[in-house]
Structure formats: structure tokens, C-alpha cells
């Protein structure tokens, strides 16, 4: 019990988003659960800016909602292993000011996503009855903190690049620099090669990398102390 406490008084944050993150997760298996779409995931998903469902606060809604128990299990996994440490380095209101805005900068690159996955039908290339095509944007709806925490990942590899970490299924430690570079590798691969059924929004995490590596490069170059 000490333990926790001490957990919540030193990364505040990180504590509050894990348990607001479990918290939307037990409503959305109260409301309508996670295996098919609910007006839960219309009201609060990250849909299609063409979508008669999107609006723009679902830009900071999506990263608090996820698909599955896995889903949530591996993110709040990753939040609580990189977010506490820089969380400890910056403090609370400056990590929570880059946990959001890497957040929101994955759902903008999803949404660019968004507008090349519906290319074709946009330009008649492909014609779709009107309505099929508003269910085929509400099926593409997007959920989960990965993008958030991709640009936490991002940021541990640059400010801590030789750290050495054990992943999955690799036997020997891996730098933290190497192992960033080989996610984002994967994602960008994931991206473009378009795997059927591939329900990963590839993009939205290279996107939250991306803005997560800009702020730290940007704070780095400044020598900020705050960036609030």
C-alpha cells in the first residue's frame, strides 16, 4: 500500500491515466462492450473528418478508449513503464501537456490516413452508394493510447538512448534507441504494405513518434524549463 501511494504522490499523471483510461474502458463494456461498434465508439472514437459522426473533440477522446483487454493491458503496460520516468524528469503538467499533444498530432496523421484509405471513392475512381460509404468511415473509426504513448516512447529513446531494455521474444537487451527505431521501422512497414485485416493504425503511432520526438528536440535546442 505504500508502494502506491508513493506511486501516485511521484507521477501523478501517469497514476490518473491508467485509472481514467480503465475507468472509459469498464464504460464501454457497460455501454455497448468492445467487440462490435456502439454508439459509445460514434459518440467518442476518432472518425473520418467526412464522417456525419465526427467531431472534433474526438481528437482527445480516442486516446482514452481502447479495442479489447489486450489492447488497453499492452498501452497502460507502456504508459506506466516509460510515462513514470518522464514524468520524474519533466513533471506532471509538462508531461501532460506532451502525453496530449502527441495524442491529438497521431489523430491528425490518422486522419490523413483517413483521406488516402478513402482516395479513390472521393475521386469516383470507386463508386459507392452514399450510405455505404458513411458506414464504411464508421467502421474505420479509431481507439487506443498507442499513438500518445509512441511519442513517450520516442522521447525515452532520446533522452535516455543507451538505456537497455528486454523485449519480447528478443534474448539479449536491446538500447532504447534501437528499439524505438525498430518500432516505428514496423509500423511504417505495417503502413504501407496494407495487410489485409490489419486493424492497426500504423500511422497514428509514426505520427505520435514523430511529434514526441519534434517537442524533445525542440525542448533540447531551447533548454526550456517549462513549455506550459
Known amino acids: 500500500m505504500a ?22 474502458f469498464f464504460a464501454q463494456i457497460m455501454f455497448g462492450g468492445t467487440s462490435e461498434l456502439s454508439r459509445v465508439d460514434d459518440l467518442f472514437a476518432l472518425h473520418h473528418y467526412k464522417s456525419d459522426e465526427f467531431r472534433p473533440y474526438q481528437l482527445i477522446t480516442y486516446m482514452f478508449m ?3 483487454f489486450p489492447h488497453i493491458l499492452f498501452n497502460m503496460f507502456s504508459l506506466w513503464m516509460f510515462g513514470s520516468m518522464l514524468e520524474r524528469v519533466w513533471g506532471p ?16 496523421a490518422q486522419m490523413g490516413n483517413y483521406a488516402v484509405d478513402f482516395w479513390k471513392i472521393d475521386q469516383h ?14 467502421m474505420s473509426a479509431t481507439v487506443g493510447a498507442s499513438g500518445a504513448i509512441m511519442g513517450l516512447l520516442a522521447a525515452f529513446g532520446y533522452l ?5 531494455l528486454y523485449i519480447m521474444f528478443i534474448p539479449v537487451p536491446v538500447k532504447a ?19 489485409p485485416n490489419d486493424n492497426v493504425a500504423h500511422f497514428a503511432h509514426v505520427g505520435g513518434a514523430l511529434i514526441g520526438f519534434l517537442i524533445v528536440l525542440y525542448w533540447n535546442k531551447k533548454n526550456k524549463q517549462t513549455f506550459y
Not at 508502494?3 to 483510461?21: A, D
Open 3 to 24: 508502494y502506491g501511494n508513493n506511486y501516485q504522490r511521484t507521477t501523478p499523471i501517469v497514476f490518473n491515466l491508467i485509472i481514467i483510461n480503465a475507468l472509459v
Open 66 to 68: 481502447h479495442a479489447n
Open 93 to 108: 503538467k509538462r508531461f501532460l501537456i506532451f502525453y496530449l499533444i502527441c495524442g491529438v498530432g497521431a489523430g491528425l
Open 125 to 138: 475512381i470507386v463508386n459507392v452508394d452514399p450510405s455505404m460509404y458513411q458506414e464504411f468511415m464508421r
Open 160 to 164: 535516455f538512448p543507451n538505456t537497455e
Open 177 to 195: 534507441k534501437w528499439a524505438v527505431l525498430g518500432f516505428i521501422a514496423l509500423d511504417v512497414f505495417g503502413g504501407l504494405s496494407r495487410v
